[in-house]
């Protein structure tokens, strides 16, 4: 089965113009299964699908599927993509800094599964670029994002080098936040796949994947993104942000530790 498992959306990511209606009418029409949205630390484009789908607006999806997933930006392994299961979500994961190591103790304690978003990307948001990234950090991902097609194909090659040298799956996603990149990555990915719980299985099972696609061209917009001063600057936003949510994400944290029930989004009935 075919996805983009990158994808951000109008709904739930402020530099996203691409609707949830846009992403289903185009991956239909070439022919994928489905694709997964991945949010910068929101849930709101979820959320907006869940009502969707509780509205019967997509009564034509036959076998299509919208996963859901979200883009946490860690403390100190830059962008990493977290998939729960079905119609789970996490408050707490709204609120990025987390460390990756607590992350992942979150996440797998929920039953989900965490992977390295372009780990040789831009250096403020990619994980191989961190100082405190090691062997350890890396063996708590159940997965790598191993195309990217933001990424230069140095990178990707790299991000498959890695995923190949600790044997784990990877994946593919467009990263997509304008239409004309949709379709230019793909995972596929050899099983059933209709829900957040049959991806966390395929990939807890060892199911045959694989990842690839097409970079993009570079962009004026992208040639920005890797200029030292917005590197510095994202840093001191990224950083800054999480750092005064501090305490409401340790707070999270508790009421977790002490048994709080994540919240679920209501079934279609």
């Not at 979200?70 to 408050?91: N, R, W």
């Not at 800094?97 to 250096?123: S, T």
């Amino acid at each position: 089965m075919k996805f983009d498992l990158h994808c951000h959306t109008k709904e739930g990511s402020f530099d996203s113009k691409v609707s949830i209606c846009e992403y289903i009418n185009r991956y239909k029409e070439l022919g994928y299964d489905g694709f997964m949205i991945t949010d910068h630390n929101s849930y709101k484009g979820c959320h907006a699908w869940h009502l969707m789908h509780r509205l019967h607006k997509f009564n034509d999806l036959g076998e299509f599927t919208v996963l859901c997933g979200i883009e946490y930006d860690t403390k100190d392994a830059g962008h990493v993509l977290v998939i729960l299961p079905d119609g789970i979500y996490l408050p707490i994961l709204k609120i990025r800094g987390m460390r990756a190591k607590k992350l992942a103790n979150i996440v797998h304690r929920h039953g989900g599964i965490l992977g390295l978003a372009h780990p040789y990307g831009i250096p403020s948001s990619s994980a191989m670029s961190f100082k405190l990234m090691n062997e350890d950090n890396i063996k708590l991902m159940d997965f790598i994002e191993v195309f990217n097609t933001c990424e230069k194909e140095h990178s990707n090659k790299l991000a498959f080098e890695l995923a190949r040298k600790n044997d784990m799956p990877g994946f593919a996603g467009t990263d997509a936040h304008n239409s004309q990149f949709l379709g230019m990555a793909a995972t596929e990915i050899d099983w059933e796949i209709h829900s957040n719980n049959d991806l966390i299985r395929a990939v807890k099972a060892g199911a045959p994947i694989c990842a690839g696609g097409t970079e993009r061209e570079e962009t004026a917009k992208g040639k920005a993104k890797e200029m030292w001063f917005s590197q510095i600057g994202y840093k001191i936003y990224n950083r800054g942000l999480g750092k005064i949510k501090m305490p409401q994400r340790r707070y999270m944290a508790r009421k977790l530790n002490n048994g709080h029930k994540p919240f679920c989004f209501k079934k279609a009935e």
